[in-house]
């Protein structure tokens, strides 16, 4: 079963406007959840994460969103530059006593951003 | 600070034959994850070790195998190849398992199995 999902196989964005990607989780158990952007021939870089009590976390130009009601989160990107261009990975973190270093990653959503 | 680091980058070997990686982690930490990367199903866990201990396991047959040493550097071994083994394989290191930051991956072997 795939405890997280991303449906957007691919986005498209103008260069200065808003991305943004969603990710939906099935298990109500995860206890963190991140963000990781992935090159072609590259191990994916952690980007932004959250934690399940939190509703919103901030790092520069990346937001990243927690509905749990909805179990929906999304990261979003403003404004998007070229450079963002790549594979957005969500992923989510299982409670610490039964998942030791294990993440649930979603499928990717390659992100285009034309300048 | 040098980062996660995976040996080799590039690998073909034949069915049936039997395969080492080994990743080496940032200094300090303890917690080694691997990961398989295939076009169809995205990246999956495969194990994780800390401090020389498997604790914790995904869902791979147990041609699937790992082990860490003290200096916390591990390996992951495949035997009897097949051709789904064919993959991206990914390590990643964290000070410990239990942390909320992310965790920090290497660049992967690319395991070809022909």
């Known amino acids: 079963d795939q405890q997280v999902k991303q449906n957007s196989p691919s986005l498209s964005v103008q260069e200065g406007r808003i991305s943004i990607l969603n990710c939906d989780y099935t298990?109500?158990?995860?206890?963190?959840f991140l963000w990781y952007k992935k090159y072609p021939a590259e191990g994916p870089t952690f980007l932004i994460s959250?934690?399940?009590?939190?509703d919103k976390n901030e790092d520069g130009r990346f937001t990243v969103f927690l509905n749990k009601s909805a179990k929906h989160l999304s990261l979003h990107i403003v404004p998007s530059q070229p450079g963002d261009s790549a594979v957005y990975f969500c992923?989510?973190?299982?409670?610490?006593?039964?998942?030791?270093?294990?993440?649930?990653f979603g499928q990717g959503t390659i992100l285009t951003v034309h300048p | 600070k040098a980062g996660v680091t995976q040996t080799p980058r590039y690998l073909i070997k034949t069915r049936g034959q039997q395969v080492t990686l080994s990743c080496s982690p940032i200094?300090?930490?303890?917690?080694v994850s691997w990961y398989q990367q295939t076009p169809g199903q995205g990246l999956q866990f495969l194990f994780e070790?800390?401090?020389?201990?498997?604790?914790n396991k995904g869902n791979f047959p147990g041609r699937f195998s790992g082990r860490q040493f003290s200096n916390s550097r591990s390996e992951m071994n495949v035997s009897t190849l097949e051709l789904g083994d064919s993959a991206l394989y990914l390590c990643?290191?964290?000070?410990?398992?239990?942390?909320?930051?992310?965790?920090?991956f290497g660049s992967g072997t690319r395991l070809t199995v022909v």
């Open positions: 200094s300090g930490h303890r917690s």
């Open positions: 990643a290191s964290s000070p410990d398992s239990g942390a909320g930051y992310g965790y920090t």
């Open positions: 959250i934690s399940s009590i939190k």
């Open positions: 070790y800390f401090s020389e201990t498997q604790r």
């Open positions: 992923a989510a973190r299982g409670p610490g006593g039964t998942s030791y270093g294990k993440l649930t």
């Open positions: 298990n109500s158990m995860f206890d963190y």
